[in-house]
């Protein structure tokens, strides 16, 4: 459910062939299309003779940036980060690149993903004499790159050295003395794909940022790999493999936009296959089938086809309304969801409905909006959920609920649907859901629906839940 979850952050590496091409533009638009990963807050770096300048603010990107400032930010390589916060507060001193400059090592950095030990880190490099100017874990990682780097000034052993020091999830893009490189963590929990053309090298969280530049997708960057994009080349290093993989399963159910290539698999595919999945675990007699827009849209159109259940528009999103702030009371906080979704009387009214949406966090939201499709007159509500039941937290970049939010730990699936006021409610099975992506589940990140994590949690993180 929408309100309910939220996603770190979108990345962007641009490269021009072209040294006097400036690439600041071109960053712009991929992290435009990027927005649904962050809307806290947005920035670009570029390098140019030697030295990294960077403009960062907090909004959207077009808030962010103008015209003005893109023709400031001159350089053929640079990145792009756009922000949603969960380690480190909502503020501009967490804007992101980070960029430091110590001695002889200049580096800015961008950063999807949650490193779950960050704060034993940063104790022990301010014990070192390390210096931090925001509460984020993204700066914890540039200053061990740089505590490395004074050792021997070799880049990727620096790289590799303090990538081993890390706990969690992480797709990175870095600029080092005016080499851009790319980085993800070797389970591969978050996204980062390669694309090029005769112009550009382009390193994104998504592959929909390559569409708006015409930019060919080549790859997924491998778990484990360190891409070096220096002087028109790409070379590749890696970290120790491990032996599976962990692919965030909510990156396919939720945060990547639909018409997206992700971990080398078309998101609106496996979006479909999880509707008709719950087509075939949960055949109900109904008269239409409704999505939770918007990333709901494709299961629900999978359901339809698998069923022959008419499709419909039964809810509208309300897409100018940005985020709601924390509302202090019930009837404050149905009204915000009133604000962003509205009912089709004509849809829903004397129907048998089928609703369908990606996930249930909290219920909060699933309360609000199953009442409003009972007051616009349905006979009956069945709610059928595109991911299992959420019973554990997230440790690696979505901020989702402490243990003791979450709806679905110590309910049963009655209770659940009596709280959330439908005549039934069904969850995708595990086996479902993990057939529906392709890829084998071991090689998928799932702690959240099994709670069987796949890197170690630290105790004291375990203990605040």
Request: one cysteine or more.
């Amino acid at each position: 459910m929408q309100n309910d979850l939220q996603d770190k952050c979108g990345i962007v590496g641009v490269y021009s062939y072209d040294e006097s091409l400036d690439v600041a533009s071109w960053i712009y638009s991929g992290l435009y299309t990027l927005q649904h990963r962050g809307q806290e807050s947005a920035g670009i770096s570029v390098l140019k003779d030697g030295r990294i300048n960077t403009h960062v603010g907090m909004g959207l990107v077009s808030d962010v940036f103008n015209n003005d400032l893109l023709d400031i930010l001159n350089g053929n390589v640079g990145i792009g980060h756009v922000r949603y916060s969960t380690t480190g507060d909502s503020s501009y001193e967490n804007c992101s690149p980070f960029v430091e400059h110590k001695e002889d090592i200049i580096i800015s950095m961008g950063h999807n993903g949650d490193i779950v030990n960050s704060e034993i880190l940063r104790e022990e490099l301010k014990a070192s004499n390390h210096e931090f100017k925001s509460t984020t874990d993204s700066e914890v990682i540039c200053h061990l790159i740089i505590d490395e780097y004074n050792k021997d000034h070799d880049v990727i052993r620096s790289i590799k050295s303090a990538c081993s020091r890390l706990i969690g999830s992480y797709s990175l893009v870095i600029l080092i003395n005016g080499v851009l490189y790319a980085v993800r963590d070797p389970l591969g929990m978050k996204p980062l794909a390669l694309g090029t053309n005769d112009d550009f090298i382009v390193v994104a969280s998504e592959s929909v940022a390559f569409d708006s530049l015409d930019i060919d997708y080549v790859r997924s960057i491998e778990p484990g790999e360190i891409l070096a994009i220096d002087n028109g080349e790409m070379t590749s290093y890696y970290l120790p493999r491990e032996e599976h993989t962990a692919n965030c399963m909510f990156e396919y159910l939720y945060f990547a936009r639909p018409d997206s290539i992700i971990f080398d698999k078309k998101v609106y595919d496996v979006r479909l296959n999880v509707g008709k999945k719950l087509a075939e675990e949960y055949p109900i007699d109904a008269d239409v089938v409704i999505a939770v827009p918007d990333s709901a849209i494709p299961a629900t159109l999978g359901y339809s086809r698998a069923t022959g259940i008419p499709y419909a528009e039964g809810l509208i999103k309300n897409r100018y309304v940005g985020r709601t702030f924390i509302m202090p009371t019930q009837k404050d906080r149905d009204l915000a969801v009133k604000l962003k979704m509205n009912t089709i009387e004509s849809v829903l009214k004397d129907k048998r409905v089928i609703v369908i949406d990606d996930s249930v966090v909290r219920g909060t939201t699933s309360t609000t909006i199953i009442k409003m499709i009972r007051e616009a007159g349905a006979k009956e509500v069945h709610l059928l959920v595109g991911c299992p039941e959420i019973i554990s937290p997230c440790y690696y970049g979505i901020a989702m609920a402490t243990k003791e939010e979450l709806l679905a730990v110590d309910r049963t699936n009655e209770e659940i649907r009596d709280i959330i006021g439908v005549d039934s409610i069904g969850y995708i099975s595990i086996e479902g859901l993990v057939e529906s992506i392709g890829t084998p589940a071991e090689d998928l990140c799932l702690g959240c629906i099994t709670g069987d994590y796949p890197t170690v949690i630290p105790p004291e993180l375990e203990d605040k839940e």
